[in-house]
C-alpha cells in the first residue's frame, strides 16, 4: 500500500506486516485469548443468527424456520466469516483480543486458499457430517443386525461365542460412538490446553496460528490453561477404562445364577426366584400367581428371610369393613394437605 507523505509530495511504500515483524517479533497469541475471541465472535453469530430467524418466522412461519434452524445457523456462519474472514478482514473477535491471523511458518497474511478452506471445513465440514451420519449409522445398523443374525442361525455355541460375532456386537453396541468425531474434537481440544496453538483442527491442518498486533509489557504474560489440559485428559482417561472395563464384562460368558451371587435375587424353596432388587417386581410374580404357596413347598420363613419383609399372620385392611377404610381415607387426605402447605 502506498501512502503520501505530509512534507512532501513523495509517495513511499507502507510498512508491511512481515516489516514490522524483522524490527520486533510480535508473539503468538495465548490460549486465553484466541478463546476470548471465539466466544465473541460465536456471540456475533448468536446474534446474526437470531435476527436472520426472527426474518424467516415473519416470512414463511415458525415451523419453517424450527425445521431449517440448522441450514439458518449454517447461513449464518458462512456469512460472518465470509465477510470478515474470507475478504481479508479480521472478525470482531479478533478485534476485541487485538490478535491476528498468520501463517506459521512464514508469519505473512493467509493466502485466499488457506482462508476459504479454514470456512469450508469450519461450518460446511460439520453441516454435512450432522446430515450424513445418522444415514451412514443405519446402514452400518442394519448391516450388523444381519449378520448376527446369520451368526445365530447358524450354529450355537456353549463354550465362547466366536470372535466375529463378539467383534460385531461390539460394533453394534458403540457404534454412535465409534462414528462421532466428538473424541476427535476432544483430543484436539486437549492439545490446545497444552500447547496454546490451533483452536480449530482445520488450523493445525492448515499451519494457522494468531498473533498479537500490539507490544506486551512483561506484566502482561498471559497464563496458559494446562490445568484444563490435565483435566480433560483425566476425563478422557477415565471414561476409555469404564469403557473397556465394560467391554470386558459384556464378553465374558453369562453364569447360570449370576443374579443370586450379585444380590439381584434369591431362589428358595420350590425353585421360585425372589427379586431383591425394590424396583423390580416382575420376578416375583411366581409367588403372586401360585393359588396356595403354602401348600406349593414355599417356606414363610424363606420369604422373610430373602425379602427383609415380614409375613403377618391376617390382613392389615379388611377391605369389606368401612368403618376403618373411612378413617385410613381421611389421615390420608389430612397428610396430603400437610405436605402440601408445608
Not at 140 to 151: A, D, F, M, P
Not at 235 to 238: A, D, F, I, K
Not at 265 to 278: N, R, T
Given at each position: 500500500?502506498?501512502?503520501?507523505n ?29 478463546i476470548?475471541?471465539?466466544q465473541?465472535d460465536?456471540?456475533f ?8 430467524s426472527d426474518?424467516?418466522?415473519?416470512l414463511?412461519g ?5 425445521n ?13 466469516l ?37 470456512i ?8 454435512v ?5 445418522p444415514?451412514?449409522?443405519?446402514r ?12 445365530d ?7 465362547s461365542l ?16 465409534l ?13 490446545f ?8 483442527i ?10 498479537f ?13 494446562e ?7 483425566l476425563?478422557?482417561?477415565?471414561q ?44 416375583n ?7 396356595d ?8 420363613e424363606r420369604?422373610?428371610?430373602h425379602?427383609?419383609?415380614p ?28 405436605l402440601?402447605?408445608?
Open positions: 500500500m502506498k501512502t503520501t505530509g512534507s512532501s509530495d513523495t509517495i513511499v511504500e507502507a510498512p508491511s506486516f512481515t516489516a514490522l515483524t524483522n524490527d520486533y517479533q510480535y508473539p503468538f497469541a495465548a490460549a486465553p485469548d484466541i476470548r475471541s471465539n465473541k460465536t456471540y453469530q448468536g446474534v446474526l443468527l437470531e435476527n436472520f426474518i424467516i418466522r415473519k414463511y415458525a415451523r419453517f424456520s424450527h431449517y434452524t440448522p441450514e439458518a445457523r449454517t447461513f449464518t456462519e458462512l456469512l460472518y465470509g465477510c470478515t474472514t474470507l475478504l481479508g478482514n479480521r472478525t470482531l473477535g479478533e478485534e476485541y483480543c487485538d490478535i491476528i491471523q498468520v501463517e506459521e511458518e512464514s508469519l505473512q497474511f493467509p493466502s485466499i486458499y488457506s482462508r476459504a478452506g479454514y469450508l471445513s469450519t461450518v460446511l465440514l460439520p453441516y457430517l450432522n446430515k450424513t451420519l444415514t451412514f449409522r443405519n452400518i445398523r442394519l448391516k450388523l443386525e444381519s449378520n448376527l443374525k446369520y451368526v442361525r447358524k450354529g450355537n455355541y456353549t463354550s466366536p470372535f466375529s460375532k463378539r467383534l460385531q456386537t461390539y460394533l453394534l453396541s458403540n457404534l454412535s460412538t462414528t462421532s468425531p466428538s473424541p476427535l474434537y476432544a483430543v484436539g481440544l486437549s492439545v490446553y497444552f500447547s496454546g496453538a490451533y483452536y480449530h482445520s488450523k493445525r491442518v492448515l499451519g494457522l496460528r494468531y498473533v498486533t500490539k507490544r506486551l509489557e512483561p506484566s502482561e504474560q498471559r497464563i496458559g490453561y490445568v484444563l489440559g490435565v483435566l480433560l485428559v476425563q478422557m482417561t477415565v476409555g477404562w469404564l469403557h473397556f472395563h465394560n467391554t470386558i464384562r459384556s464378553t465374558q460368558p453369562p453364569l447360570a445364577n449370576a443374579a443370586t451371587i450379585t444380590g439381584g435375587a434369591a431362589v428358595i424353596d420350590g425353585g421360585v426366584e425372589v427379586s431383591l432388587d425394590p424396583h423390580t417386581y416382575g420376578n410374580n411366581d409367588l403372586l400367581l401360585e393359588e404357596p403354602f401348600e406349593s413347598g414355599v417356606s414363610t420369604v422373610e428371610h425379602t427383609h419383609t409375613i403377618l399372620p391376617r390382613p392389615r385392611y379388611e377391605l369389606n369393613d368401612m368403618e376403618k377404610l373411612a378413617s385410613l381415607h381421611a389421615a390420608m387426605y389430612i397428610v396430603g394437605r400437610v402440601r402447605i408445608g
